[in-house]
C-alpha cells in the first residue's frame, strides 16, 4: 500500500498565493506520474496539474500560467504552488499518483484525503 497525505490546503483572499504539498510513503514502489485534481461542490473532480517522473508537466487550461507543478523524486513529494487566486480555484484539492511495486508489473493510482482551498472575494 501507498498513503498520500497532503497539506497547505488554507483560506486565501482573492490575489494570493498558496503552495500545497503531498508527501507519498509506504514501500517497495516506484512513483511515475503525481499529480493534483480538485472537486468543487456540485462538479466533477477535474484534472489540475500533473508531472511524470522525468518532469513532464501538463495543466488545465484555467491554470496555466498561475500555477506551477513540481516534485521532488529523492522525497516521494509532489508541489503545486498556486498564485493569483480567484474565488472559482475554490474546491478541495487531492493529490494523486501512480505507482508500480517492485514486485509487480502493474500501475496502481492512490489518492490522498484532499486538503481545502477557499479563495475569498
Known amino acids: 500500500q501507498v498513503q498520500l497525505v497532503e497539506s497547505g490546503g488554507d483560506l486565501v483572499q482573492f490575489g494570493g498565493s498558496l503552495r500545497l504539498s503531498c508527501a507519498a510513503s509506504?514501500?517497495?514502489?516506484?512513483?511515475?506520474?503525481m499529480g493534483w485534481y480538485r472537486q468543487a461542490p456540485g462538479k466533477q473532480r477535474e484534472l489540475v496539474a500533473d508531472?511524470?517522473?522525468?518532469?513532464?508537466?501538463n495543466y488545465a487550461d484555467s491554470v496555466k500560467g498561475r500555477f506551477t507543478i513540481s516534485r521532488d523524486n529523492t522525497k516521494d513529494t509532489v508541489y503545486l504552488q498556486m498564485n493569483s487566486l480567484k474565488p472559482e480555484d475554490t474546491a478541495v484539492y487531492y493529490c494523486t499518483a501512480v505507482v508500480k511495486f517492485t514486485s509487480g508489473r502493474f500501475n496502481y493510482r492512490y489518492w490522498g484525503q484532499g486538503t481545502q482551498v477557499t479563495v475569498s472575494s
Open positions: 509506504g514501500s517497495a514502489f516506484s512513483i511515475n506520474a
Open positions: 508531472i511524470t517522473s522525468a518532469g513532464n508537466t
